[in-house]
């Protein structure tokens, strides 16, 4: 009995190894940025086993050395580092003149194979996790399923439920009472057993986090302003029944009232922070709360309110003055030592054109390496996967890019990634 026992593990064990061989991929890496922060380093190898790393080894080892053979990746005469991470994007959404018809015209179902669509073009882009901190959830949730399930392709998603007050930034807005009466969402509250509710609603249908809007916003289509919404006790209410469950929560918030009384409640991030000041900045680095500047998104709209005509004129006058306003604020935030993790709010911007927001933190005054610090190992620590994203090292998922030179000398490099691992599969080559 214990021969067949012996036979039966002996089998196993030779399947197990003769599969691993087979799906050993050896990365040579000419630059390898191994672990942002740090100085890159020449002539490397990842290998890459079963969709994670499992070593970085110097020189670039043949794949004739490693039992069973290897794929070998050349990306000899490139510059390599971790995927991307964006923390702000909108995955089901795009700006623009078509807006108001889609809405009325696409069903949900086309809706969300378009997003399959955007969630291509931002991996594509090299951006290989993203946090979607506003989309219709359940189709988020689902989006984020099939793509860790493997059905479809696309970056991993971190999905967030929203909680809004009524008639605040998260609620619906800019079309009939009808419509609105359709299009509420379950978890617009009042007061802070209403939002207490919301928040574990939110939760119990799938969301990883949740995303609240402390202040009022640019893109509602009603003039409310972009100052402190939410009341100090719904903010409490909503980040301690968050907490109790295991979830970070995210505010959107322009004005400092609002990003102060965000920060007093507990969240992890500020969304935008357009006018953080000295106030805030002592509670980010008390709280070590992250600020996600979207500069991008300032931009955009920005522009879009003087070249485009489709914004009606509250929404086109916050977009100038808000978006005109994001840059400065945020390059004394950072000069004051707040922590950043990288978002770019597309959506607002189209997706896979994320990089540009590196473009915009450098141009604010940010180093190209403080800029890929806050798309890989910031980011990572935000969303609670350290151990598993963010460097280039044994245990970690193979979220791998690379671009043709370092983007520590021109960030713009960062616009037109060659290479997109993620998990082990190529994407781009
Ligand atoms: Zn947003």
Not at 6 to 31: D, K, M, P, R, Y
Not at 226 to 232: P, Y
Request: hydrophobic share 45%; net charge negative; aromatic share 6%.
């Amino acid at each position: 009995m214990h021969r067949l026992i012996a036979a039966i593990a002996a089998s196993i064990a030779f399947a197990a190894s003769s599969w691993a061989a087979e799906n050993v991929t050896l990365i040579h890496a000419g630059q390898l940025l191994a672990f942002p922060g740090e100085s890159p380093g020449r002539n490397q190898t990842i290998v890459v086993e079963d969709g994670r790393i499992t070593d970085v080894r110097n020189g670039f080892v043949e794949a004739a050395s490693i039992d069973g053979g290897a794929t070998v990746i050349d990306l000899r005469d490139k510059f390599v580092l971790p995927g991307l991470m964006d923390m702000h994007v909108h995955l089901q959404f795009e700006l623009g003149p078509d807006n108001d018809r889609d809405s009325l015209k696409m069903s949900d179902q086309l809706m969300q194979m378009r997003s399959v669509y955007y969630a291509m073009n931002t991996l594509k882009a090299g951006f290989t996790t993203v946090r979607d901190v506003g989309s219709s959830p359940q189709e988020m949730y689902a989006m984020r399923d099939a793509i860790n399930n493997g059905w479809i392709d696309g970056p991993r998603i971190i999905a967030a439920g929203g909680v809004g007050i009524t008639g605040g930034h998260a609620d619906v807005s800019g079309v009939s009472p009808e419509l609105m009466e359709i299009y509420t969402s379950q978890n617009i509250c009042d007061g802070p057993y209403d939002c207490r509710r919301a928040a574990r609603n939110a939760i119990k249908y799938g969301a990883d986090l949740i995303k609240i809007t402390s202040t009022g916003g640019v893109m509602t289509d009603r003039a409310t302003g972009t100052g402190q919404q939410m009341e100090m006790d719904e903010l409490r209410e909503v980040v301690q029944a968050a907490a109790r469950m295991g979830r970070k929560v995210a505010s959107h918030a322009h004005h400092e009232d609002g990003i102060v009384a965000a920060l007093e409640a507990g969240v992890a991030s500020i969304e935008h922070g357009s006018y953080t000041g000295p106030r805030a900045i002592k509670l980010f680095n008390e709280t070590g709360a992250y600020l996600v500047p979207t500069l991008l998104a300032g931009k955009t709209v920005a522009t879009l309110a003087v070249e485009a005509d489709f914004m009606s004129d509250v929404v086109k006058m916050k977009a100038i003055r808000v978006g005109n306003d994001m840059a400065g604020n945020f390059e004394k935030a950072h000069k004051a030592g707040v922590n950043i993790a990288f978002g770019t709010d597309s959506g607002i911007s189209p997706h896979g054109t994320n990089a540009e927001e590196a473009a915009l933190m450098v141009e604010a005054g940010m180093s190209e390496m403080d800029v890929i610090v806050a798309a890989t190992i910031n980011a990572a620590d935000l969303i609670d996967m350290s151990d598993s994203l963010g460097t280039i090292e044994g245990g970690k998922f193979a979220d791998i890019i690379a671009v043709d030179r370092s983007p520590l000398e021109n960030i713009e490099e960062l616009l037109d990634v060659d290479f997109v691992m993620k998990g082990g599969t190529v994407y781009k080559q």
